[in-house]
């Protein structure tokens, strides 16, 4: 009964557009940024190594390489400062969670390409 009126109400806080993205997924990420009095709209580009928690508790995990150095950022998926979610290529994947990805460099951290099942039926 606690959990029915809790969704209840953060039925009205959750966006309404969100775009589906899967674990593995390439994305460009929107996210607002304030400096100061000025504010801008940066681009995060990365992989998605996990997802997590539900209604407006729910994250994700865009993970990237910049000069051979590793860089996660945490989204709230709600959050008003996330703007935009565009997913880029979809990555074929066999786990919920990407962590394994934190150990490699290089080549070895692009996942081969999810191809739609139109073309697999061929």
């Known amino acids: ?12 806080c959750l966006k309404k557009d969100v775009p589906h993205f899967e674990i593995g997924d ?30 407006i508790n729910e994250n994700f995990t865009v993970r990237r390489m910049v000069n051979n150095e590793g860089i996660e950022r945490i989204f709230p998926l709600n959050s008003p400062n996330v703007i935009d979610i565009k997913a880029i ?25 999810r191809h739609s099942s139109h073309t697999q039926a061929k």
């Open 1 to 12: 009964m606690k959990t029915v009126l809790l969704d209840a109400v953060e039925k009205e």
């Open 26 to 55: 390439i994305v460009d990420v929107h996210c607002r940024i304030k400096e100061g009095e000025k504010e801008r709209i940066q681009i995060f580009t990365g992989t998605v190594i996990s997802r997590k928690g539900r209604g």
């Open 89 to 113: 290529r979809s990555g074929k994947t066999r786990r919920a969670k990407l962590y394994y990805l934190r150990q490699r460099t290089g080549k070895a951290v692009k996942l081969a390409q």
